[in-house]
């Protein structure tokens, strides 16, 4: 079967950094998607990784090893706003999407 | 630019009623596609619809039914509503680029009785 593993959720300190841990098997891989969803909204789209390595946005940042079936979303300088939940997916050999079931992000002051 | 809306918000229903949850977008995206999203659980593809004038059964489809008559609607219909499909349906289209980024609409929330 396929599956998408992430913690349920973290807590960090505002100002600091906290890295999201995803792991996944998965029916074939054609990429790696991280999306934000704060409480009540949509999900948006934060990210993509098709290579192996790092991605650098900003202050977000997301890495994968595709050997390893593992990726990780890093938040730097982390802000009150980044309170959200943080979902992995990944696109299978049918070019559909598998989702993590998230990680709700607790940002303390 | 609104991207995609849907409609209704949110929706108490009876069970044994039907009900059509809309989904419209202005991006000219050719692909579309309807998730719910429950507690715990990650996003689970209901149908989809990779152009108009065609569909697909996602994951989990039984008790849904969808329509592509053209590029910007589609609407995801419940024939009769069960408890179990409690729960908040978003919309999302994409338009076939390189990544294929799914866009998402605000969500229905839906409650059956």
């Known amino acids: 079967g396929q599956n998408i593993d992430q913690p349920t959720e973290m807590t960090a300190t505002e100002g600091a950094i906290v890295q999201i841990n995803c792991t996944y098997q998965?029916?074939?891989?054609?990429?790696l998607f991280w999306y934000q969803q704060h409480a009540g909204e949509a999900p948006t789209f934060l990210s993509y990784?098709?290579l192996d390595g790092l991605e650098e946005k900003g202050r977000f940042s997301s890495f994968l090893s595709r050997s390893k079936g593992y990726s990780y979303l890093l938040l730097k300088e982390l802000q009150m706003k980044d309170s959200a939940s943080y979902l992995c997916?990944?696109?299978?050999?049918?070019?559909?999407?598998?989702w993590g079931a998230g990680t709700k992000l607790i940002i303390k002051p | 630019t609104a991207g995609i809306t849907q409609a209704p918000t949110s929706q108490i229903l009876a069970a044994g009623r039907s009900m059509t949850l809309r989904c419209t977008q202005d991006?000219?995206?050719?692909?579309m596609y309807w998730y719910r999203q429950d507690l715990g659980l990650g996003l689970r593809l209901i149908h989809y619809?990779?152009?108009?004038?065609?569909?697909g059964k996602g994951e989990v489809p039984d008790g849904y039914s969808v329509s592509r008559a053209n590029t910007d609607d589609f609407p995801l219909t419940l024939a009769s509503a069960v408890p179990s499909q409690t729960s908040v349906y978003f919309c999302?289209?994409?338009?076939?680029?390189?990544?294929?980024?799914?866009?998402f609409g605000p969500g229905t929330r839906l409650t059956v009785l």
């Open positions: 619809s990779n152009t108009a004038g065609t569909t």
């Open positions: 997916a990944v696109e299978d050999s049918n070019y559909q999407l598998i």
């Open positions: 998965t029916s074939g891989f054609n990429g």
């Open positions: 991006m000219r995206h050719n692909a």
């Open positions: 990784n098709v």
């Open positions: 999302a289209s994409s338009d076939g680029g390189d990544p294929d980024t799914q866009y």
